[in-house]
């Protein structure tokens, strides 16, 4: 999940933007995907797992962000800022109301799929929850000195953009497959261009690197308090641009037949160079709906299709 600012001198738009723009704006991407995934493979769309991904897209990257400004909550109630209360009212209304259609939704699905969401989704909901201490008494230090630090996933080093890509690539295929399964992936349309293995690696990757471009829109706060994230560890926007790169061309390659793919990764090439750790916020949102645009330009190819095909008869 995209690390939130958590300065203590947000004003209220920015304060609004972190905890209730962000998480619905990012939601629609598992809306587009979960819902391009269910169609191009199995040739129809159930709102099971589409709900299930979008509810749960929010409630992980508004949970996080959440408590990364709980000092901002702090200060709205000590100063009794009205306008900052209303504004964590309402995100606490947004993630109240996702975790409800999320059980909603799960309720009405097969074991499998609730299987599914612990595995690669519940990750994000402890995303940057204290999970246990480790370390020790360092060695020459006096017995009552300890140097323990708290576990969070989100801190592990280098693998922050690998997690985010395998818990929105693979959990959101394997999420629709566990409600979709027993219908054959033949019915899809387009399985001469899609297959389901193709989505899925295309997913993961790109949601990796989307990941990592967030990182570099946080580099110079990552960089003060050395949050191991992958441009950190490269120490350089450049290098990690350039790994990016190579990451999309591979892509490109490993897919040429597929003009969807390649107009994705074309897309996210370029915003890779377009954007930078001095770019707005907001326009890293583009970054993330490389595969939002992709869905949407595969719906008005389908249509177009049917279109033809209407007009044939």
Known sequence: MPHANTSTTLTPRE??????????????????????????????????????????????????????????????????????????????????????????????????????????????????????????????????????????????????????????????????????????????????????SQIVIWSTINRACHAVMADVRDFHEDWVKQVPTIPVLLKSVFRTKVLLTVMHLLTMVLYANNPYIVFSSIYATVLVWYLDESSPRGLYRLSFHSQTLTALLYAFAEAAKQYSLYQSI
């Open 15 to 196: 304060l609004r933007s972190e905890l209730l723009t962000h998480p619905l704006m990012l939601s629609v991407g598992s809306l587009s995907l979960s819902t391009f995934m269910s169609r191009a493979i199995y040739g129809v769309v159930d709102w099971r797992p589409v709900l299930i991904c979008v509810s749960s897209d929010i409630l992980a990257i508004g949970m996080d962000h959440y408590f990364d400004q709980a000092p901002m909550l702090t200060h709205a109630l000590k100063t009794g800022n009205a306008q900052m209360r209303t504004i964590f009212r309402k995100a606490k209304v947004l993630l109240l109301s996702s975790a409800s259609l999320l059980i909603f939704a799960l309720t009405l699905s097969p074991p499998s799929t609730w299987a599914m969401v612990s595995i690669f989704f519940g990750p994000a909901f402890v995303w940057d929850f204290n999970l246990f201490m480790m370390g020790g008494r360092q060695r020459g230090s006096p017995k009552t000195t300890t140097q323990k630090k708290a576990f969070r996933i989100k801190r592990i080093p280098g693998t922050k953009a690998l997690l985010i890509g395998v818990i929105r690539g693979c959990g959101t295929f394997y999420i629709v497959r566990s409600v979709l399964g027993e219908l054959s992936s033949s019915q899809g349309h387009n399985l001469d261009v899609w297959n389901p």
